[in-house]
């Protein structure tokens, strides 16, 4: 792994946008240089400190996986090196860590689709038996696996969190016919990396994808793919014991810094999750590092 990145600084590209993770840079007008950086988020706030090698990681998972499911849908890769784009001396910042994609019109639903109950799902369904508007079976429990995948979408926010929504409402802010497609689509991209995840040892609960338009109109996979931060991954080895306890299953994404955030004391008191984030420890850094490598080498494997 090369040395930890918080934020790259490509000065020969224009900056289109910084978002938690990934740097984007303008090539052109058709295509964007998306650069991830080591930085963390939870909470919706950006920790102060890196994880070393994250991005390297989230960048080798989402190739794989949209190699893996190319077949299923088109995505926005262009298949050209990154290096190519920048100078000579900003090829450190890019190798192993950025994407050269297709510039795309983003429809703004975030397309999640869940095969377990858990997180703000396992919340909802305690409410009202039912999650983003769709009804579930009396009985489950944190953990249970569903019937069947769940299509469970979110309204993207520009600022702060995203917010659960209705299919209707998808219907009402897409049209019926890009609705359904979007959601057949992302059923089908979820059910075939869960049955192969499945095959290495690990439990993918849930996963949201992102969708663009392109010129002619079609829908198209972008942004990142199955990687940690986009999605809850349990070994399998370790969900069953969790289950009969009531427990979160151990996970392969940033739970273990949500929970440590969740227990830290700032002043004395909890931390009330708005900037800045509380330091974190070295140990929590590298533990959580370790999950990361630990969730590609096992899918990789």
Same mark, same amino acid.
């Given at each position: 792994?090369?040395?930890?990145?918080?934020?790259?600084?490509?000065?020969?590209?224009?900056?289109?946008?910084?978002?938690?993770?990934?740097?984007?840079?303008?090539?052109?007008?058709?295509?964007?240089?998306?650069?991830?950086?080591?930085?963390?988020?939870?909470?919706?706030?950006?920790?102060?400190?890196?994880?070393?090698?994250?991005?390297?990681?989230?960048?080798?998972?989402?190739?794989?996986?949209?190699?893996?499911?190319?077949?299923?849908?088109?995505?926005?890769?262009?298949?050209?090196?990154?290096?190519?784009?920048?100078?000579?001396?900003e090829?450190?910042?890019?190798?192993?860590?950025?994407?050269?994609?297709?510039?795309?019109?983003?429809?703004?639903?975030?397309?999640?689709?869940?095969?377990?109950?858990?997180?703000?799902g396992?919340?909802?369904?305690? /409410? $009202?038996?039912? *999650?983003? #508007?769709? !009804?579930?079976?009396?009985?489950?429990?944190?953990?249970?696996?569903?019937? @069947?995948? &769940?299509?469970?979408?979110?309204?993207?926010?520009?600022?702060?969190?995203?917010?659960?929504?209705s299919?209707?409402?998808?219907?009402?802010?897409?049209?019926?016919?890009?609705?359904?497609?979007?959601?057949?689509?992302?059923?089908?991209?979820y059910?075939?990396?869960?049955?192969?995840?499945?095959?290495?040892?690990l439990?993918?609960?849930?996963?949201?994808?992102?969708?663009?338009?392109?010129?002619q109109?079609?829908?198209?996979?972008?942004d990142?793919?199955?990687?940690?931060?986009?999605?809850?991954?349990?070994?399998v080895?370790?969900?069953?014991?969790?289950?009969a306890?009531?427990?979160?299953?151990?996970?392969?994404?940033?739970?273990?810094?949500?929970?440590?955030? /969740? $227990?830290?004391? *700032?002043? #004395?008191? !909890?931390?009330?999750?708005?900037?800045?984030?509380?330091?974190?420890?070295? @140990?929590? &850094?590298?533990?959580?590092?370790?999950?990361?490598r630990?969730?590609?080498?096992?899918?990789?494997?």
């Amino acid at each position: 792994m090369t040395a930890a990145l918080h934020t790259s600084n490509i000065t020969s590209l224009p900056l289109v946008a910084r978002g938690k993770v990934r740097d984007n840079y303008a090539v052109g007008p058709d295509r964007i240089l998306m650069v991830a950086s080591d930085r963390l988020s939870a909470f919706d706030v950006i920790m102060g400190e890196p994880i070393p090698g994250k991005g390297e990681i989230l960048t080798k998972m989402a190739l794989f996986w949209f190699a893996r499911l190319g077949h299923v849908c088109p995505n926005h890769l262009t298949g050209e090196s990154p290096e190519s784009v920048v100078t000579p001396d900003e090829v450190p910042q890019v190798r192993g860590r950025a994407m050269l994609v297709k510039r795309l019109k983003p429809i703004m639903v975030e397309a999640v689709v869940r095969g377990y109950l858990a997180g703000s799902g396992w919340k909802e369904y305690q /409410e $009202s038996r039912s *999650v983003c #508007g769709v !009804p579930l079976p009396p009985g489950l429990k944190n953990a249970s696996k569903l019937p @069947e995948p &769940i299509f469970t979408p979110a309204a993207k926010a520009t600022s702060g969190h995203d917010e659960n929504v209705s299919f209707e409402r998808v219907v009402q802010m897409i049209g019926a016919d890009r609705a359904a497609r979007i959601r057949d689509l992302s059923i089908r991209l979820y059910q075939e990396a869960a049955d192969f995840a499945l095959t290495k040892g690990l439990i993918i609960a849930d996963t949201k994808f992102e969708f663009g338009l392109d010129e002619q109109g079609d829908i198209v996979l972008m942004d990142e793919v199955l990687t940690p931060d986009s999605s809850r991954y349990w070994p399998v080895e370790g969900y069953q014991a969790a289950f009969a306890q009531g427990e979160n299953p151990p996970s392969y994404d940033k739970q273990f810094v949500r929970d440590w955030l /969740e $227990s830290v004391k *700032v002043d #004395g008191h !909890p931390w009330d999750k708005t900037p800045p984030a509380p330091r974190l420890p070295r @140990e929590v &850094i590298e533990k959580t590092a370790a999950k990361y490598r630990e969730a590609l080498e096992r899918l990789t494997a």
